[in-house]
């Protein structure tokens, strides 16, 4: 049985692995942290991990692919896209007005990841703006606080699957500030993701360009070497080296499998004008379906 390392259970990362797998017959290893999350595979401890790495409102989560690029050298295998729906949650009975109806200037903290905190501003605002916002390593950890200190006016922004996990209740649903806020994850293993039992929308390619410090206009003629040959890229992000000041490479999405002749073709011409190229992952990716209804991983 295949083990796979997440963030903690009842978090976004717990609900869409169970969405991706279904019945699967895996085994699933809860950390508290992200950097054990990835350490976790790269000792060999799981055979996979699931990494949240792009935002609809926040875009790319910056530490997790900065981690991907100079942590770790593990290939992603797959990716897919799940919504992340961030409700708050706390103990129904510390907030209840007498005209039976949560009464939110109770609250004195919210706690969540940052991440989620920001894709909930709105609510905050119109709220519970006396609130202390109060960061945690994942929401599931924020709801797990939250459970530990009754009666302090606390609160936490996390999942309905998070709710469940530790016994307290949905107090505000649905509370993010857009209705289209999805995740990007991608499983990284060492090993090969045997075929899911879904069929593939589309194959990407994951790649790292670096390049040359004295060559003018050398990111121009990279993405013409992509360009001519109508490959599609579907993502371009530009992230420091951490070598010295000013010094960058691109990050870049293509919609190719990377057994392409074309991609192929592409890598060679752009590593004749001495960039380097590094591949991260040449995977299937999956987009979440409202139809589909959520499995529980065993």
């Not at 050298?73 to 103990?91: A, C, F, H, K, T």
């Not at 501003?121 to 609130?131: G, L």
Request: glycine share 6%; net charge negative; proline share 5%.
């Amino acid at each position: 049985m295949k083990r796979i390392a997440l963030l903690p259970e009842g978090s976004v990362s717990h609900e869409a692995v169970a969405y991706l797998l279904g019945d699967e017959p895996v085994e699933l290893v809860y950390h508290k942290l992200i950097s054990d999350v990835f350490l976790s595979t790269a000792q060999g401890k799981t055979d996979y991990s699931v990494i949240p790495i792009e935002n609809t409102i926040e875009g790319s989560v910056s530490l997790h692919m900065d981690w991907l690029v100079n942590e770790v050298d593990i290939p992603m295998r797959v990716e897919w896209v799940y919504p992340s729906i961030q409700n708050l949650i706390g103990d129904r009975q510390e907030f209840i007005s007498e005209a039976g109806e949560i009464d939110y200037s109770r609250i004195e903290k919210i706690l969540s990841h940052p991440v989620a905190t920001a894709q909930c501003q709105q609510f905050i605002r119109q709220h519970a703006p006396q609130a202390e916002l109060i960061n945690a390593g994942s929401t599931t950890e924020a709801v797990g606080i939250v459970k530990a200190n009754p009666g302090k006016g606390w609160a936490a922004i996390g999942t309905t699957l998070g709710a469940a996990t530790h016994g307290l209740d949905v107090l505000a649903k649905r509370i993010t500030d857009h209705d289209n806020n999805f995740t990007r994850f991608v499983l990284i293993g060492h090993q090969e993701l045997p075929p899911l039992n879904r069929p593939v929308e589309q194959q990407k390619t994951s790649v790292l360009v670096t390049l040359p410090e004295d060559f003018a206009g050398a990111l121009h003629q990279v993405l013409a070497a992509f360009a001519w040959r109508r490959l599609n890229l579907s993502r371009i992000e530009s992230r420091p080296t951490k070598k010295k000041l000013g010094s960058y490479y691109f990050y870049i999405d293509v919609l190719e499998s990377v057994d392409s002749v074309l991609l192929t073709a592409a890598f060679g011409e752009i590593e004749a004008l001495g960039c380097q190229v590094r591949v991260l992952g040449s995977y299937p990716s999956f987009t979440y379906q409202d139809q589909e209804q959520n499995s529980e991983v065993r």
